[in-house]
């Protein structure tokens, strides 16, 4: 079993680069991309963008810019999974197979929907007014995104905690249909990540339109950074570091030592005007070595345009061969290939799997089975489902002959085929 991790976000793309993502968002991520035994895979979430943007200039826009900040904050497509997600047409096609086996009460509990919903019946009208289908599906397309790359773990703020969870149901419920084929994925909240106050002191974000642009020219974030909301007190008189938007921002940037000297001269009664400068000039000097490539990029969209499409074709080396064993897990097959027909399976794409169910005697059971359905291994009853997938998991990892009383050779197997099988599959997730 290779230890490979995968890590996986999506951006949507409908806003310009702030301050607020660079720090929550995208240095962390550029800096993750780096770790050892991992693979990332990093993605323009355009699909997602049409949910909440029916502007196509802007879409176009918007994603130009979140890919070039992102080649400019360092991140190296040749090491990592950086495609558009438009580019991948297993996305949505992943998408329509998990809408089949998704409950829509599931659906009718994610936050976003239901937000909508509350705020109309709060207003008196149509529960449902202004609710496109695209947003009660969202988290659909979401889990499509994280499933069709077998991600394991997902970098996301607390909000989108509840949207992982639901991929996990999904891939769970898919599993238990058809067999093993998709990896369940957990959320990895990341506490140390900086939240950055705005402007004016709340969460920096769009929606409070009090951001700090991360790539706008040099003299509006000046602007910006002067506009940046503090008290009354006049130089000389000390001030306090609680609650200082101006500070938080600062300690975001800079290192232990020179956040302890600000410390240290709010105590002393700097004036705020010298603060932000202190401030402005920390910033520049991170931002402007990226700055030049931006630009650079920005202005040669064709560089992007193919640095993407490549990214595209390498994701979709791993999201192909899945789509292959999904449709024919799901019965979308090669009719040539019918049971009967008398011609061997050639779709040598499925793979063996588990099957959980439960029985009238309230025990539950699980069946292993070969790529052509083929029961290889029968097992007795368990107490509890969590047993049962217990003893899935011994199998899996231990790739041993079960326990006699945990599980039996189906008759006329043998227990060579049994572990040929236990290997395929093994070699096939990871
Ligand atoms: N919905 C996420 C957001 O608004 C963006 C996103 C789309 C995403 N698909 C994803 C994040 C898959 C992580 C994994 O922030």
């Known amino acids: 079993m290779s230890a490979i991790e995968r890590y996986l976000t999506g951006i949507t793309t409908t806003g310009t680069p702030h301050l607020g993502n660079y720090v929550g968002a995208i240095r962390p991520a550029v800096q993750a991309s780096q770790r050892a035994g991992t693979e990332n895979f990093y993605f323009l979430a355009d699909y997602h963008a049409l949910i909440k943007c029916d502007e196509p200039a802007r879409i176009q826009r918007s994603t130009l810019e979140i890919a070039a900040c992102w080649l400019a904050a360092g991140l190296d497509p040749q090491e990592v ?10 996305i949505p096609e992943l998408t329509w197979l998990l809408t089949c086996v998704t409950g829509k009460g599931v659906l009718n509990r994610a936050h976003a929907y239901k937000a909508q919903v509350d705020k109309n019946t709060a207003a008196g009208v149509d529960p449902d007014a202004d609710v496109t289908v695209g947003l009660f599906m969202y988290p659909v397309l979401m889990a499509a995104d994280i499933l069709v790359f077998k991600a394991h773990k997902i970098p996301v703020g607390r909000d989108q905690i509840q949207h992982i969870e639901m991929a996990r149901d999904m891939a769970q419920s898919f599993n238990h249909l058809y067999g093993d084929h998709l990896v369940l994925p957990e959320a990895a909240v990341d506490e140390s990540v900086a939240l950055l106050p705005g402007l004016d002191g709340r969460k920096m974000s769009k929606s409070y339109d009090n951001v700090i642009g991360l790539f706008a020219p ?6 910006q950074i002067f506009a940046i909301v503090t008290d009354s007190r006049a130089p000389g008189e000390p001030k306090a570091v609680e609650g200082s938007a101006l500070f938080q921002i600062y300690q975001a940037f800079a290192s232990a030592d020179e956040t302890q000297k600000l410390r ?17 000039d920390r910033i520049d000097s991170e931002v402007a070595p990226m700055r030049e490539r931006y630009e650079h990029l920005v202005h040669h969209p064709e560089e992007l345009e193919t640095i993407l499409q490549a990214g595209a074709a390498k994701a979709r080396e791993r999201a192909t061969p899945l789509l292959r064993d999904l449709r024919h897990a799901v019965g979308l097959r090669n009719l040539a290939t019918v049971a009967g027909s008398g011609k061997k399976d050639k779709t040598k794409s499925a793979l063996p799997g588990f099957k959980q169910y439960r029985e009238a005697d309230g025990m539950f059971y699980f069946r292993f089975v070969d790529a052509q359905g083929r029961t290889l291994l029968q097992s007795t009853g368990f107490v509890s489902p969590k047993d049962a997938g217990q003893c899935i998991a011994e199998l899996k990892s231990g790739l041993a002959l079960p326990h006699e009383s945990d599980a039996q050779l189906a008759p006329g197997i043998t227990a060579d085929q049994v572990l040929a099988a236990l290997k395929a599959l093994s070699d096939n997730v990871n």
């Open 81 to 90: 999974f950086f495609y558009r997600q438009s580019d991948i047409p297993e």
């Open 218 to 223: 040099r003299e509006q974030v000046r602007k």
């Open 264 to 280: 240290q001269s709010f105590a002393e009664g700097i004036a705020w005007a010298d603060a932000k400068q202190l401030l402005f």
